[in-house]
C-alpha cells in the first residue's frame, strides 16, 4: 500500500533499511485494529504475522490453570510484538489480548520469510533488529524474575 | 587534652630512682594514673598507684600470632612495646550504657547517663599511641556530630609519652611516619636509658601542664652525653622496625585491587576472629543494643565495641552485604588503609602491629599489602610462613 | 523535644547526645499493602513541629524493641506531623505494625543527605521509583509540586511487584489527574483483570517525556533495580552527574559513629543515603562492598 510506506519509514525498527528493503516490506504490511479486550493470537496458533503497534496497548499473557490470564508484559505505542514467526515451527506461544483499542501494523510473516530466503541481505537486516528486541526483552524479563520488590529483597 | 608544644627545650632529666615521684605528684594534683602492668602473660593498661606495678624488668616478644614475655636482664620500667590493649578502653569504653528508660503512662521517658569520668594520667603512651589518639580524635569530634563520650574521656587527661628504645617484633611505626618518637600531643614525654652504668630518664615537656608537672620533680638539665644516647636509642629504633610497609600510592592501590585474587588468598586463612579489629587502637566501630528487664518496664540502651568481621555487621533485610570471609577482611584492610584516608584525611593505621601479634594465624598486613603490589607487577607474593 | 532544620552538616558540630531519642505519639496508623504500612507521629511536647528535607530518615525506636533507619515519606512542608512509611521485614518493622493511637514510638534525625530538589530548577525532573523507593521520594514529589513552575517537565516512573503492591493510590490517582505532572506505573505481573502496563519500570524509561540534556534523575528502590535504572537512563542520554539514587545499609548509630554504614569510602548516614551516581558508580558494580 503506498499510502502505508511513509508512516511504517517512520518507525524505529525500520530504520537504516535501504528503500528497496522498506518497500519489500511495505508490501507485507497492512492496516490492523483491534477493540479492547480482543485478541490478537492465541498459545497455539500458526504464528504467521508480527505487528508494530501504532497506538493503544497489548497485554501477553499466559493462561495458568487455577488463576486465569497472567499478564507477564505489556507492550505500547513504537513496540514490536512477535518473533515466533522468525522461528520454526512458527506456532505463538503466548496469548496476545488488546486491553484498549489497539491500532498497527500487522506485517505478513509467511510473506517476508519468503523474500529473506531470496535476499538473504534483508534477512540478515530484519534478524539483527530482532535480536535487539529480544536482548532488551530478555533483560527486562529476567529483572521481572529476580523478584525485586519480593518479600526477601 | 594537652596542647602541641613543640619541646625544643633542652631536655630535663630524672634518676630511675626518683620515677616514683612522678606518680606522687599526678596522684596529688588529683590524676587517676593507668599504665602498664603484666597480668595473665601480657602487658596490660590498668589504674595504677604505685611505680612498682610498673613492668620492670619486663620485655615482650612479638612475632606473627605470638606475644611472649621475658625478663630482661636490666631494670628498665618500660623496655616493650604494645600489648593486647590500647588507649581506647579508657576514651571510647567496649561497653557503655548511653542511656536508661522507663515507660510512663503510655509513653515513655529517656534518662541520660550521668557520665562521671575519672581525670586520667595515661603513663607509657607510645608515639604510635599518640598517632591513634589523634586519629581518633578526628573519627569522634572532627565531623559535624561530636561524641560527648569520647570527649569527656579524652578532655583532661594528662599524658606522659614514652619514646621506645627498641622496636617490637611486628612495628613498623617508621614506615607510618608515627614514631618511634613521640613529637606532639603529650604534656611529658620520657625516653629511659638503662645500661650498666646508668638508668634515667630523658623528660621534654609538650605542655604548660607538663611544664607543672616536670618543676615538681626533682630533676636538672641533661648533659650533652646524655642528650645523646637518648637521641641514639631512638634512632637505633628506627632503623630496627620489625616491619616494614610501603605507603607510595597505598590508596590507590587498594582502590584499584578490589577484585584481587590475592584477597581469596588471605581469606583461605583468616578465620573472621575479629581479634585484629579489638586490639588495634584506631578501630572504633561499635553496635547498639537495646536491651529491657523483664517487665519491660525498664529499658536500656547500650554501646559495646563491634568489629566489621562478624556475619551481621552488614545485615539488612535479606541479608547481609558482605558474606564471604573475603570480603570482610578486604573491607577492613581497604578501610584502615585507603577509605579512612578519604573519610578522615589520614590512614588509619598506625604502625603499632599489635593486628600481626593478636592474628591467631598470624595474618601480616604488610605482607597482604606487598602482595597485592607484587601482583600487579606480575611477580607472585613472597611465601608467608605462618603456620 | 523536636529537632530544627538541619543539613546534612551541621554548621556547628553538635556535642549533645545525639543518641536519645525523642518521643513521639502514633497519631494513626495506616495499612497501604498487605505488608507496608504508614506511620504518622506528632511529637509528644505540644505545639513542636519536625523539619526535614526531602530524602532524609530518622531512627525509629520502639521502645524496648530496637532502632531502625526508616525515610521520611511525608511533606516537608507540613511540621506538625512526621510521616513514615515502611514494609514490614524485621523485628522492629514487625513491632512497629502493631502499634496503637497514642503509643509512643522514639525518634532521632532528620539525618542524612537529601534529594537535590533545589538544584534541580529550571531542570526536567524524573522520579523513578521501584516497590517501596516510591516512600522516600514522595517528599521530593510534594516539594517539586509545591513550586511547580521552577521545573522543567515533572515525571515519575513507578514499578511495583503487582497491583495489589501499590502504594499511595488515591494520591497516585490524583497526581495523574493533574496536566502539569506524568505519572507512568507499571507492575512485574498482574492477572488478566489489569489494564495498565505489566513490566519492569525500566521499560517505562525510552518513552517518558524528559529532555535527558536537561535532566535531574532521582531514583529510588532496591540496589539492583538503581542500576538498572540508571543504566536505562544513561542510555538515554542523562549524564551520570544528573542522576541521583538513594542508597541503604546497615546502621546503628545514624550519625556516623558505629561505621556500619559504610559504603566503600561513603557513609551512608551522613554522606547518603542520596548520591550523584557518578560519584559511587563504581563502588555499586563491586560485589560486597
Known amino acids: 500500500m503506498e499510502t502505508l510506506e511513509p508512516i511504517l519509514a517512520e518507525h524505529p525498527f525500520l530504520q537504516g533499511l535501504s528503500p528497496e528493503h522498506l518497500h519489500l516490506i511495505v508490501g507485507c504490511a497492512s492496516n490492523v485494529r483491534f477493540e479492547a479486550g ?18 493503544g496497548k497489548v497485554a501477553v499473557e499466559i493462561h495458568a490453570a487455577a488463576k486465569g490470564a497472567i499478564v507477564i508484559q505489556t507492550l505500547g505505542e513504537g513496540e514490536v510484538l512477535g518473533w515466533s514467526w522468525l522461528v520454526p515451527p512458527y506456532e505463538w506461544h503466548f496469548d496476545a489480548r488488546a486491553i484498549q483499542l489497539t491500532r498497527a501494523f500487522a506485517l505478513d510473516g509467511k510473506c517476508l520469510r519468503a523474500k529473506c530466503e531470496e535476499d538473504a541481505r534483508l534477512g540478515y537486516e530484519l534478524m539483527k533488529r530482532f535480536t535487539h528486541i529480544m536482548e532488551q526483552r530478555l533483560e527486562a524479563t529476567r529483572l521481572q524474575l529476580l523478584d525485586i520488590y519480593g518479600s526477601q529483597s | ?71 630482661r636482664d636490666d631494670q ?54 599518640l598517632a591513634a589518639l589523634t586519629i581518633q580524635d578526628q573519627v569522634f569530634m572532627g565531623g559535624a556530630y561530636v561524641d560527648p563520650h569520647y570527649k569527656k574521656r579524652r578532655e583532661n587527661i594528662f599524658i606522659v609519652a614514652v619514646n621506645c628504645t627498641q622496636a617490637g617484633g611486628n612495628c613498623f611505626c617508621a614506615s607510618m611516619h608515627t614514631g618511634p618518637e613521640a613529637t606532639a600531643g603529650f604534656d611529658l614525654a620520657l625516653t629511659e636509658v638503662c645500661d650498666a652504668e646508668q638508668h634515667f630518664f630523658l623528660l621534654t615537656t609538650g605542655s604548660p601542664a607538663g611544664e607543672k608537672v616536670l618543676h615538681a620533680l626533682p630533676h636538672r638539665a641533661a648533659t650533652q652525653t646524655e642528650r645523646e644516647s637518648g637521641a641514639h636509642l631512638l634512632e637505633q629504633t628506627s632503623q630496627n622496625m620489625g616491619r616494614t610497609l610501603d605507603t607510595s600510592d597505598l590508596k590507590h592501590l587498594l582502590y584499584r585491587n578490589t577484585e584481587n585474587p590475592h584477597w581469596e588468598e588471605v581469606a583461605r586463612r583468616c578465620l573472621t576472629c575479629a581479634n585484629c579489629t579489638m586490639v588495634c587502637p584506631t578501630c572504633f566501630c561499635t553496635t547498639i543494643e537495646d536491651v529491657t528487664d523483664l517487665t519491660g518496664e525498664h ?69 597482604e599489602v606487598r602482595g597485592l603490589r607484587a601482583s600487579e607487577s606480575g611477580g607472585s607474593a613472597p611465601q608467608t610462613d605462618s603456620d | 523535644m523536636a529537632r530544627n532544620l538541619e543539613t546534612h552538616r551541621a554548621a556547628e558540630p553538635r556535642v549533645d547526645d545525639a543518641m536519645l531519642p525523642a518521643p513521639f505519639l502514633v497519631q494513626q496508623l495506616k495499612l497501604e499493602t498487605d505488608d507496608t504500612f504508614t506511620l504518622a507521629l506528632a511529637p509528644q511536647q505540644k505545639n513542636a513541629e519536625f523539619e526535614f528535607q526531602a530524602g532524609q530518615f530518622n531512627m525509629l525506636y520502639v521502645y524496648g524493641v530496637g532502632e531502625v533507619p526508616i525515610s ?20 522492629v518493622t514487625k513491632a512497629m505494625r502493631k502499634l496503637k493511637r497514642n503509643d509512643a ?33 514522595r517528599p521530593a514529589l510534594y516539594q517539586l509540586l509545591a513550586q511547580r513552575e521552577k521545573f522543567g517537565k515533572v515525571v515519575l516512573l513507578y514499578g511495583t511487584r503487582s497491583p495489589e503492591d ?40 525510552p518513552k517518558a517525556p524528559f529532555d535527558p540534556r536537561n535532566t535531574t534523575a532521582m531514583v529510588c528502590g532496591p540496589e539492583v533495580m538503581m542500576r538498572f535504572t540508571a543504566l536505562e ?33 561513603t557513609f551512608i548516614c551522613k554522606d547518603g543515603p542520596v548520591f550523584s551516581y557518578s560519584r559511587i558508580k563504581d563502588w555499586l558494580a563491586k560485589w560486597e562492598i
Open chain 1, 38 to 55: 480482543q485478541y490478537l493470537f492465541h498459545d497455539g496458533d500458526q504464528a504467521d504475522k508480527f505487528y508494530f503497534i501504532r497506538q
Open chain 2, 1 to 71: 587534652m594537652p596542647e602541641s608544644i613543640p619541646s625544643n627545650r633542652t631536655p630535663a632529666v630524672l634518676q630511675s630512682s626518683k620515677l616514683h615521684a612522678l606518680f606522687e605528684v599526678l596522684q596529688k594534683q588529683g590524676y587517676t594514673i593507668v599504665g602498664p602492668t603484666r597480668r595473665d602473660g601480657a602487658l596490660v593498661y590498668e589504674p595504677l598507684t604505685h611505680v612498682n606495678e610498673l613492668p620492670q624488668g619486663w620485655t615482650d616478644q612479638q612475632e606473627g600470632g605470638t606475644y611472649r614475655l621475658a625478663r
Open chain 2, 76 to 129: 628498665a620500667y618500660f623496655g616493650y612495646v604494645v600489648g593486647p590493649q590500647s588507649w581506647k578502653k579508657f576514651l571510647h569504653p567496649p561497653a557503655l550504657r548511653l542511656w536508661r528508660a522507663k515507660r510512663d503512662n503510655g509513653t515513655f521517658e529517656i534518662l541520660a547517663e550521668p557520665e562521671t569520668v575519672p581525670r586520667y594520667a595515661f603513663v607509657g603512651v607510645r608515639a604510635c599511641e
Open chain 2, 299 to 367: 529499658a536500656e540502651r547500650w554501646r559495646k565495641w563491634d568489629s566489621c568481621f562478624t556475619m551481621d555487621f552488614s545485615y539488612i533485610h535479606g541479608g547481609s552485604i558482605r558474606v564471604s570471609t573475603k570480603a570482610r577482611y578486604r573491607q577492613w584492610l581497604t578501610h584502615k588503609l585507603a577509605t579512612w584516608i578519604d573519610q578522615f584525611g589520614t590512614m588509619g593505621c598506625v604502625g603499632c602491629g599489635r593486628c600481626i601479634t593478636w592474628c591467631p594465624v598470624g595474618i601480616d598486613l604488610t605482607e
Open chain 3, 72 to 91: 521520611i515519606s511525608g511533606d516537608p512542608a507540613q511540621h506538625a506531623t512526621l510521616i513514615h512509611t515502611t514494609r514490614v521485614v524485621g523485628t
Open chain 3, 105 to 137: 514510638l522514639g525518634v532521632r534525625g532528620p539525618y542524612g543527605a537529601p534529594w537535590p530538589v533545589q538544584n534541580a530548577i529550571g531542570n526536567d525532573v524524573v522520579l523513578v521509583a521501584g516497590g517501596i523507593g516510591l516512600a522516600p521520594l
Open chain 3, 166 to 205: 501499590i502504594l499511595f493510590r488515591s494520591e497516585l490517582e490524583q497526581w495523574r489527574a493533574r496536566f502539569d505532572l506524568e505519572v507512568y506505573i507499571t507492575v512485574d505481573r498482574a492477572l488478566g483483570t489489569w489494564r495498565g502496563n505489566v513490566g519492569v519500570v525500566t521499560t517505562l524509561i
Open chain 3, 233 to 265: 537512563l544513561q542510555k538515554r542520554g542523562v549524564p551520570s552527574n544528573d542522576i541521583y539514587v538513594s542508597m541503604e545499609r546497615n546502621m546503628k548509630c545514624g550519625i556516623g559513629f558505629c561505621g556500619h554504614c559504610q559504603f566503600g569510602p
